[in-house]
């Protein structure tokens, strides 16, 4: 009975540490990683949105995948004057540039360069795990994003809810199973 009563008291102590909801919440933050960056999808399970196909200026410098500058008949690199153009213009927009440099244009995933999802992760703050992202950057770039697409795109949803439980029900048995 009192080794019973130990393994018990051991459990507890495993249910009390920070690090006992650590699977789980890397759980939620790897699906809602896929979620966005793979299938396009906000916390909802709905699409994020569509790119924007509103004419813009794109300088190759800023792109992770270069090209050549051109002005709005696109035939030239340079100015009538002879100066060299800075920056390359899209008629058909966001979606246009996209595409040009091999990205997904069908779905909007949020990946251009692949920094925001590296930047969104696990955390521990206070004794406790949270899902956030490490740079003030890419947590601008998120909250942009949700602000222009009109919807929560990063954090905990039903469907996150789903894994948490999944992910704590068998570390539970786990432990239990250990006694």
Do not use: C
């Not at 699977?23 to 299938?39: G, S």
């Not at 905990?156 to 809810?161: C, D, F, H, P």
């Amino acid at each position: 009975m009192e080794s019973l009563i130990a393994g018990l008291v051991k459990a507890l102590h495993k249910f009390q540490e920070p690090s006992y909801e650590a699977p789980a919440v890397a759980a939620v933050v790897a699906d809602n990683l896929f979620a966005v960056h793979n299938q396009g999808q906000a916390l909802n399970g709905s699409s994020i949105g569509q790119y924007s196909t509103s004419p813009i200026y794109v300088s190759p410098s800023r792109s992770p995948k270069k090209f050549t500058p051109r002005g709005q008949t696109g035939r030239s690199s340079k100015f009538k004057n002879g100066k060299t153009r800075k920056s390359r213009y899209f008629p058909q927009g966001y979606k246009e540039y996209r595409s040009l440099i091999g990205r997904e244009v069908n779905v909007v995933n949020l990946s251009l360069s692949g920094k925001l999802s590296k930047e969104y992760n696990l955390q521990l703050r206070g004794g406790e795990y949270v899902a956030g992202f490490t740079t003030s950057s890419a947590a601008n770039k998120a909250s942009g994003a949700e602000r222009r697409f009109k919807k929560p795109i990063y954090g905990l949803g039903s469907r996150g809810k789903d894994v948490f439980g999944e992910v704590l029900t068998e570390q539970n048995q786990n432990i239990f199973n250990a006694i």
